[in-house]
């Protein structure tokens, strides 16, 4: 039987992953809709080879290249962020979120709201939207599958347990490419140092927020709503070698690890044959020739973005979504060479002082925090 499926960010690092799965069992599965924000070449490209129904760009003045390229193939083309969100609430078997930042939030609330299931890791939208998110999940009774290696390590490791009986869940984290740097080195870290992840693959965003630990912060803040154990009972852990992706401890002190290679095929296959599984061409773990899994304490010193996030779920209200739209415009600024290494973390500190917002009700409520919080961050940038 064919399933039906849908990629938001089908251009990205874990659009492209999935793409390659979906290459690979070509006769299970039809795409529907495949979204870029601007990569109209590549976007059209996949559409054609993989005979989608419609392609999306966000970004409206790339349309014009989109039709061009999608000239004769039969796909329809669409533009615009009105464009996206109905692309994403077309009825498919499953949606990949795979949209970096809070620009994917609207798209995947869109593919909730139509109740559908959603494998999800765009972090930024759950930890932006948190409470408004998990509510629509429930009111409108659909399935959230985290795509993130931890949590799905997490979601596996919680089949046939019941969450009552979790004693702890930690977070693995490899600690990123500048995990050994002293704080003088980390001070002049450029953007390329801080991409060349030793273990991960992966886009430009995501591989700054693991070498500063916010991607691990984000992680902890997406943890807290999709396994609601508690804060208490959630930590992180470094593990450099990337192999276990993450624990659940059980009241019986019983831990329940899921080990795998650091390929985001992997948990990109176990969300698409959910509850089943699926082939991937990875090479089994061949844990004699890796020989050493080595595990520290977080150094909240020289990284301190998971202490940010932790105090900003603490706090509730609108600091997730502040701590992730400071974020967000830090990183962009560390890309293009604005500010330094360790101003990003700095940034989203003073943006969280100066900037306090109530608890978001609504997709409106955390879009505008989302947008006032940038303002916010984008001043103290200016006046850096
Ligand atoms: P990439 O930067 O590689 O890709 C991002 C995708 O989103 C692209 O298709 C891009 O289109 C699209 N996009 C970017 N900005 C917008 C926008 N404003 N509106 C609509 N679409 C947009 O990101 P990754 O694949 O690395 O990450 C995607 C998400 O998955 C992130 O939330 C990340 O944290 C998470 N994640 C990623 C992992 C990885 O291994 N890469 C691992 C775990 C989680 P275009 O090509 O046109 O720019």
């Known amino acids: ?69 999608l000239a004769g193939s039969g796909v329809e083309a669409a533009g615009g962020r009105q464009a996206l969100c109905e692309a994403a609430a077309r009825p498919v078997d499953i949606t990949v979120a795979a949209i970096v930042g809070c620009a994917g939030l609207a798209p995947v609330m869109a ?27 429930a009111q409108h009774g659909a399935t959230l599958l985290p795509v993130d290696s931890e949590h799905n390590a997490i979601f596996q490791c919680l089949q046939g347990n019941r969450i009552e009986d979790v004693a702890r ?10 995990r050994t740097w002293t704080p003088e080195q980390l001070a002049a870290a450029t953007p390329a140092q801080a991409m060349a992840h030793p273990n991960w693959d992966m886009g430009a965003k995501i591989s700054v927020d693991s070498a500063t630990m916010m991607n691990k912060g984000l992680e902890y803040i997406e943890a807290h709503h999709l396994f609601p154990v508690g804060l208490d009972r959630l930590k992180i852990v470094v593990h450099p070698q990337s192999v276990i992706h993450s624990m659940v401890e059980y009241r019986d ?43 520290f304490a977080p150094d909240e010193q020289r990284f301190p973005a998971t202490r940010l996030a932790r105090e900003a779920i603490e706090a509730g209200g609108g600091a997730p979504a502040t701590l992730n739209a400071a974020n967000e415009v830090a990183v962009a600024a560390f890309l293009a060479g604005q500010i330094g290494f360790m101003r990003i973390a700095a940034v989203v500190e003073s943006t969280l002082t100066r900037y306090s917002a109530a608890a978001p009700e609504s997709l409106d409520d955390v879009l505008r925090v989302d947008q006032e919080a940038r303002a916010h961050a984008k001043e103290l940038l200016e006046h850096a």
């Open 1 to 69: 039987m064919t399933r039906l499926i849908s990629i938001l960010g089908a251009t990205g690092s874990v659009g492209e992953q999935t793409l390659d799965l979906i290459r690979r069992n070509r006769d299970r599965w039809q795409v529907e809709a495949l979204t870029a924000n601007c990569s109209a070449q590549q976007l059209a490209a996949f559409a054609r080879e993989f005979g989608a129904k419609m392609a999306v760009v966000s970004d409206e003045g790339c349309l014009p290249e989109l039709r061009e390229a």
């Open 111 to 137: 593919a909730i709201e139509r109740g559908g299931t959603v494998a999800l890791a765009n972090k930024e939208a759950l930890v932006s939207a948190g409470d408004v998110m998990t509510a629509a999940v």
């Open 169 to 178: 869940i930690t977070l693995t984290a490899s600690g990123g490419p500048l």
């Open 253 to 295: 002190r019983s831990t329940l690890a899921q080990l795998g290679p650091s390929d985001m095929r992997v948990p990109i296959a176990s969300c698409l044959a959910w509850p089943q599984r699926m082939d991937t061409p990875m090479a089994p773990l061949d844990l004699a020739a890796i020989g050493e899994l080595t595990f």
